[in-house]
């Protein structure tokens, strides 16, 4: 079965466990800066959003790359960044729609999130359930089942 | 290792920022954050030194275990001489902020002399300078971030700032970072507008590296989350509640101090308490909290993030304050509530998001109003000298002279210079509900005996954070003991300040402790930290940092006479409640806590003490 990140922002407290996870998976070292999951907080209306890499079917990173240097990890369908083939072009971050491959001055390279090779680090961090990693083909499951619950509007007998 | 090993050293009056090693020696021995920087400060600057002259100094400074996984390991801390109280100042923050600064790779940074002019520190990792700040001096805490950020072009950047309250010599004035997070109480704020430094802005790359055991850690660290988790307290009160748990659980007990500690019951509390926070408003269908917030690193997130009602009387026609913000805590709504007899939670929400805004200590100004309203209700303050009438209770009070506190104009002068000072003035100096100058935090040392003799030795005035029995009085955390009796308070209050001298000093935030002892720390720093971090070496670091707090206060001219409690708690019983007929049992309590502490009658540490803490 192939899996997926799933973010329930509502869930969110914005305490950047995700964030020093990644850093440190991918790193060693706790640094929020080096995350490859950014979480969002929209102070006025009270929101905090984590939001990464959706790994797009069609992806448009991938198809930009002139080296061929994002290739698809066959296990998770991850779309994976080879440091040693990529040149630093950045041509895959004006590609993505959705901003989240981005360049590493440290490395020359970019980096993007390849979900850890099947365990990703910020599900285990995450003390709250708001990103979790579940079957790609049901990513909305827990919506429904809470819309399930509420269809029985009808007031008890007695 | 823990530590960056850097020490930022800015000379306001020459206008330099140099990098000096941390004194690794001086770690091991005090920690990080408030006793490293304690250490520092103690060494560095006269006692008597006057808190808002360029002599004084003011620490930031992180913890070992801030910028980690360790939860709640996002807190930095403020030291100096405190101007409310002239004694040691130091208040600890979470946000942001204190994380931030740890990944720009320093451990603290010192602040020296004054600047001619404002100015505000810019770090860029390595690269440290000091920044014209005309632009933003006579700005709030909401605008010179937003201005900074904008001006930076990176809205990653972190600022913590002053207001105009710490502009204005409000003496309870805070340093205020991530919009709603203060370091908030002493004055620390007002030492920083002295120097004419309005804010820091830091962007750190660097993260937080070297950490002695990485696999050991972050198995302490994942075991001490789980201990958070699973507590009834941290994994389900605090989330859900915030601190505001406390408010009717307080008043039940008949510890609520009421309308300046004349009463110890509040008849409007469920009206400001955590329940009523979540309730549907009538005029809009809404709650008043919108959600919880999470600090830096932190798995119980018990911030709360409130929407005040647009309806309100205080902010009709004020767009600015109608979005989400920081929401009330327990303190500040005891304080802006209780304390006054005010039974407005919009009201108070206002008066909590001016204290954000301009950067005040809501404890103190609330505590203080409340003093200035008891001065009004017996005929001494009149409506012409405070510009409003100010009976207990009245909301429109609040809200005018928390704006008239934060512009620094007519009364709020008045009251920016804290209750002992305002008492003093118009002749009633025992209205002062303070110790040492500072305000009462809301629990009323009649119905928790305990907190009394905490609030009585607290190294930097009346203070609920520096050893809070309320844990033990009123949680039974870690133990249950009765909150009205004195037995056992002397040993139990100098457990609690040692152990807190630890958590203060490590970069986690106190609020762990209502899970947490400091056998759940101690793997982290020991895995985290260069050297060996036993449960004995802690337990000798936290009473080492409490004793020198002491002799910092001694040598300010500090004596047994300052450990002390207003008289109308140890004269006036409390009226009602479980406590009724009860006062304050501190002159029993005090002796004891002195033998306790290895001090002489006058509350000096003798030799044998000093020595065994190697002081």
Known sequence: MQKSLHIDPHKCTGCLQCEMACSFENYGVFNISKSRIKVFNFEEAGRKVPYTCTQCAEAWCLHACPVEAIKVDAATGAKVVHEATCVGCKVCTIACPFGTVNYVADTGKVQKCDLCGGDPACVSACPTGAITYVDSDWTGLDKMRSWAGKTDTQPRAG | ?????????????????????????????????????????????????????????????????????????????????????????????????????????????????????????????DKAELRDAAHLWGKTVWQTEEIIKKSHQDPQVRVCSIGRAGENGVLYAGIINDLHRAAGRSGVGTVMGSKNLKAVAVRGTQGAGGIKDAKAFMKAAADAKKVLADNAVTGQGLPTFGTQVLMNVINEMGALPTRNHRDVQFEDARKI????????????????????????????????????????????????????????????????????????????????????????????????????????????????????????????????????????????????????????????????????????????????????????????????????????????????????????????????????????????????????????????????????????????????????????????????????????????????GPAKGLVSGIDKMKPEYYKARGWDANGVPTKETLARLGL
């Open chain 2, 1 to 125: 290792m823990g530590w960056t090993r850097k020490v930022l050293r800015v000379d306001l009056g020459k206008g330099t920022c140099k990098s000096e090693p941390l004194n690794m020696a001086l770690a091991q021995q005090y920690l990080g954050q408030r006793g490293l920087a304690t250490k520092y400060f103690v060494d560095e600057v006269d006692p008597k030194v006057d808190p808002l002259s360029a002599a004084n100094k003011l620490i930031m400074a992180t913890g070992p275990l801030t910028g980690t996984p360790a939860s709640t390991g996002g807190r930095y801390s403020v030291i100096t001489k405190g101007p409310l109280t002239g004694a040691i100042a130091c208040s600890n923050s979470g946000g942001y902020f204190g994380a931030e600064l740890k990944f720009a790779g320093w451990d603290m940074v010192i602040f020296e002399g004054k600047s001619e002019k404002p100015v505000y520190l810019s770090i860029e990792d």
């Open chain 2, 273 to 576: 308490s955590a329940e009523a926070m979540k309730e549907k408003r009538p005029s809009d269908g809404r709650a008043h909290l919108v959600t919880n917030a999470a600090c830096f690193g932190c798995t119980i997130a018990c911030g709360r993030i409130s929407k005040i009602d647009e309806t309100h009387f205080s902010v009709v026609n004020k767009p600015a304050y109608w979005g989400a913000s920081g929401g009330l805590e327990y303190e500040a709504a005891w304080a802006l509530g209780a304390a006054n007899g005010v039974g407005d939670l919009e009201a108070l929400q206002y008066a909590n998001l001016i204290c954000n805004e301009d950067g005040f200590d809501p404890i103190s100004f609330g505590a203080t109003l409340g003093a200035a309203m008891e001065l009004y209700e017996l005929g001494i303050l009149t409506k012409e000298q405070i510009g409003i009438d100010a009976p207990f209770g009245s909301a429109q009070a609040l809200v005018k002279l928390a704006e008239m506190t934060a512009q620094g104009v007519g009364f709020g002068k008045e009251l920016g210079l804290g209750s002992k000072r305002l008492c003093a003035k118009y002749g009633k100096p025992d209205l002062s509900m303070s110790v040492k100058g500072q305000e009462f935090p809301a629990y009323d040392s009649r119905g928790i005996q305990g907190m009394g003799l905490a609030y009585a030795t607290s190294n930097r005035g009346a203070c609920h954070l520096r050893g809070y029995t309320v844990a033990s009085e009123v949680l039974g955390i870690p133990v249950k003991t009765d909150p009205l009796v004195t037995e056992g308070k002397a040993g139990l209050v100098k457990a609690f300040q040692d152990a807190t001298s630890v958590f203060d000093s490590a970069g986690v935030c106190v609020f762990t402790t209502f899970a947490w002892t400091l056998a759940d720390l101690q793997p982290q720093l020991d895995a985290a930290c260069e050297g060996e971090w036993t449960m004995e070496k802690l337990a000798l670091v936290g009473e080492r940092i409490w004793n020198m707090e002491r002799q910092f206060n001694n040598a300010a001219g500090f004596t047994a006479k300052d450990d002390d409690l207003p008289p109308r708690l140890k004269t006036e019983p409390a009226k009602t």
